[in-house]
């Protein structure tokens, strides 16, 4: 897998929540995924984007 997708425990480490949060962010389509087998993985650029105003919007209340 190349540095340009990420996984579900890289995600949270970023967003600063749990696993599930993350999960739950993904079943709600907040960012686009891709399933590798079982697993999720989304893109760096994507994420990054959702990262930002998800971020923003925890400081801000």
Same mark, same amino acid.
């Not at 949270?12 to 929540?17: H, S, T």
């Not at 696993?19 to 893109?43: C, D, M, S, W, Y």
């Given at each position: 897998? #190349?540095? /340009?997708?990420?996984?579900?425990? /890289? &995600?949270?480490? %970023? ?9 739950? %962010?993904?079943? /709600? ?5 891709? %399933? ?8 760096? #650029?994507?994420? &990054?984007?959702? @990262? @930002?105003?998800? %971020?923003?919007? @925890?400081?801000?209340?």
């Amino acid at each position: 897998m #190349s540095a /340009e997708f990420i996984k579900v425990p /890289e &995600m949270a480490l %970023l967003l600063r929540v749990s696993r599930p949060t993350v999960r739950k %962010l993904i079943r /709600e389509g907040a960012f686009p995924t891709h %399933l590798v087998g079982n697993h999720n993985r989304a893109r760096r #650029s994507d994420f &990054m984007g959702f @990262q @930002q105003e998800f %971020l923003k919007g @925890q400081a801000g209340g």
